[in-house]
């Protein structure tokens, strides 16, 4: 199992979707820094949907002004962001 | 810039298209992760006599943004408008 995580504005660049064609399904995914504002965009919600659940770090949400309004995702802290890298074999950063 | 171009005499224009909407975000809190929280001058603009602040409404409208979720106010510009409106001005940069 491999953990993901992105961290680039899916308004921006294709590192969020590049990943997804690369995931497994049984990876994992974690949204962090500016790739938390993939939750904003309403197409991206919609692709997640297949590969959820989607982890998003709290701390980037909150600094961004931003809340959660979808059960897919959810929302993490950093210590719990540091169990779930040791939960997977690997961690692969887009 | 914008700010000290102002104190200058210049008159000033302030476009946020694309990613750039997101800075306008009320409610930041930029400190949880070590950062400046330079969006408070956003609230200066006005005593700077800088009042032609335009946001595009497609960039919003893909973000599921409104003018309630921004922290000033602001004038939405169709993504036609903004061509014209930027030839109106003789300098521009881009941040």
Redesign the interface.
């Given at each position: 199992m491999i953990l993901h995580t992105v961290s680039t504005?899916p308004?921006?660049d294709q590192n969020l979707l590049q990943c997804l064609k690369r995931k497994q399904p049984t990876d994992k995914l974690m949204l962090i820094q500016?790739a938390v504002?993939a939750i904003?965009?309403?197409d991206m919600t919609d692709t997640l949907l297949t590969h959820g659940p989607i982890y998003v770090l709290s701390?980037?949400l909150?600094?961004?002004?931003?809340q959660i309004d979808n059960k897919l995702y959810i929302a993490i802290s950093y210590p719990e962001f540091v169990t779930l890298t040791l939960e997977c074999e690997q961690v692969i950063s887009w | 810039m914008a700010l000290a171009m102002s104190n200058f005499g210049q008159e000033v224009s302030l476009f946020f298209i694309e990613d750039g909407v997101l800075q306008l975000i009320k409610q930041q809190t930029p400190d949880k992760i070590q950062h400046k929280a330079y969006h408070k001058t956003f609230g200066a603009l006005t005593f700077y006599d800088i009042d032609n602040i335009y946001v595009c409404q497609q960039s919003m409208l893909e973000r599921k943004l409104t003018v309630t979720d921004l922290s000033i106010a602001v004038t939405l510009i169709e993504l036609g408008q903004l061509t014209a409106l930027i030839g109106e001005h003789d300098q521009v940069m881009v941040f």
């Open positions: 504005s308004f921006t500016d504002y904003m965009k309403a701390e980037d909150l600094a961004r002004g931003l | -």
